[in-house]
């Protein structure tokens, strides 16, 4: 059984800055693509930003110079700095992974979510 448990929610003043984690825990070979989705209300989930475990990332436009999604491969850990937050990045934010049991075995893991709110 595999897991992502997610850190780092909360409450944040427009401008300010969080950090998230993700720890993927459990059977793992390996862990491939990690990323980060959010889902504001009444919206559909999107992609935040994704990192390939060589390091390769991807950003929505509307992030793009203000997060920083970075992995600690040897700690299975995703983390996604977010700095001058602005209110419509109010959203509950998804770990998500492309987890390998074996070499040949992988699917996708989500986490819980976690509540990201930016006040104006």
């Known amino acids: 059984q595999v897991q992502l448990v997610e850190s780092g929610g909360g409450l944040v003043q427009a401008g300010g800055s969080l950090r998230l984690s993700c720890a993927a825990s459990?059977?793992?070979?390996?862990?491939?693509?990690m990323g980060w989705y959010r889902q504001a209300p009444g919206k559909q989930r999107e992609l935040v930003a994704s990192?390939?475990?060589?390091?390769?990332?991807e950003y929505a436009d509307s992030v793009k110079g203000r997060f920083t999604i970075s992995r600690d491969n040897a700690k299975n850990t995703v983390y996604l700095q977010m700095n001058s937050l602005k209110p419509e990045d109010t959203a509950v934010y998804y770990c998500?992974?492309?987890?390998?049991?074996?070499?040949?075995?992988?699917?996708?893991?989500w986490g819980q979510g976690t509540l990201i709110t930016v006040s104006s």
């Open positions: 998500h992974a492309d987890v390998y049991s074996s070499i040949a075995r992988h699917r996708e893991v």
């Open positions: 459990g059977s793992i070979f390996g862990v491939g693509t």
């Open positions: 990192i390939t475990n060589p390091g390769g990332t």
